[in-house]
């Protein structure tokens, strides 16, 4: 199988986590910000994780470099471009990517320019290259609630013009569903999708919770709901799409490694799963990467990668008529 040639989908991409290297070096020249490092390969080990981290949060550490020059609206469109771009040119048809608007107001830009400015570098790689694209707006668990309302609100004026979905992102607690109900319910109403983050630190529960409660269509990850019989079902019963990160998941000690993953055995059984890259530079990754690992490892046949492809397709946020363009790769 021609890994490179295969048409592919990713669902599940932050773009904080896949900022080229070289962009931080010319963005903090520009905005006259002192780097720890003027060396591109020091750059480059600050913004990539280890192979294993002891936990998320050591993985988290690696978005404050590129964070610290994501407070400008040029630099948010450049980076946003830049993350279409090299995902069009390893033949992904098409990227939902997600980011945090309250991340980058800390030089006083408002939501609507940071929500804009991240459209607005999407659309020229739209009209660029054979891809096509949505941003998925996060909220941090952890950062103050009386935010999370203006951010739907800012978003709004943007869904189905760029914007297409809900998410809350960030290191995982048990039950911190409960919490985020009202802020989700608001989402729905206002017309967004929506995806959380659930079960990729080991609670089954808060796959089950995100979707019970929260409305989740998708789950960000969700490997956990393996060893949790009522979040399986819930998952399975429900045709909730699993958006898998494979190398992520091993660095993040989320699973031992790739032979212990349960994205295969998912598969088999009907659960709907995706392959997505995550964190393309945090994971020092690509989605050729993520589906030969997954190929290979798990020996799937090209009928099974298309299966894959299809569910991606059909449990994307893309407008009808973004999946009929995306449908005739698979014929």
């Known amino acids: 199988m021609n890994y490179f040639d295969l048409p592919k989908i990713d669902l599940h991409c932050h773009l904080d986590g896949s900022v080229r290297p070289q962009t931080i070096l010319d ?24 192979e294993t981290c002891p936990n998320l949060d050591e993985y988290l550490k690696r978005f404050e470099l590129p964070l610290s020059v994501m407070q400008e609206e040029e630099a948010i469109e450049r980076i946003s471009f830049e993350v279409f771009e090299d995902a069009a040119k390893e033949n992904v048809k098409y990227l939902e990517v997600r980011f945090g608007p309250l991340l980058h107001t800390q030089k006083g830009l408002n939501l609507d320019q940071i929500i804009g400015s991240a459209v607005k570098g999407m659309k020229k790689a ?61 989402a729905i109403e206002k017309g967004y999708r929506v995806t959380i983050h659930a079960g990729e630190q080991g609670s089954g529960q808060n796959v089950y919770d995100a979707v019970s409660l929260l409305g989740a269509e998708r789950i960000g990850h969700g490997i956990h709901i393996k060893g949790h019989q009522q979040a399986y079902d819930l998952v399975k019963s429900d045709e909730v799409a699993l958006e898998t990160c494979p190398s992520s998941n091993i660095q993040t000690k989320a699973v031992d490694d790739l032979a212990s993953h349960p994205i295969k055995a998912f598969h088999k059984d009907g659960v709907l799963i995706t392959i997505n890259t995550d964190n393309r530079t945090v994971s020092n990754t690509t989605m050729t990467d993520e589906v030969r690992k997954v190929v290979e490892e798990f020996e799937l046949t090209r009928e099974d990668y298309f299966e894959i492809y299809k569910v991606s397709i059909e449990h994307s946020f893309a407008s009808e008529a973004v999946k009929q363009h995306l449908r005739q790769y698979a014929e």
């Open 126 to 186: 739209e009209e660029k290259y054979d891809i096509k694209g949505n941003y998925i707006l996060s909220i941090l668990r952890t950062m103050p609630k009386d935010q999370i309302n203006e951010v739907i609100d800012a978003g709004a004026k943007y869904l189905n013009d760029g914007v297409a979905a809900f998410d809350l992102a960030g290191s995982e607690v048990p039950g911190f569903c409960h919490e985020f109900i009202p802020y989700a319910k608001y």
């Open 27 to 50: 963005l903090a020249r520009e905005q006259s910000l002192t780097l720890p490092s003027e060396d591109i390969a020091e750059i480059k080990d600050m913004m990539v994780a280890p």
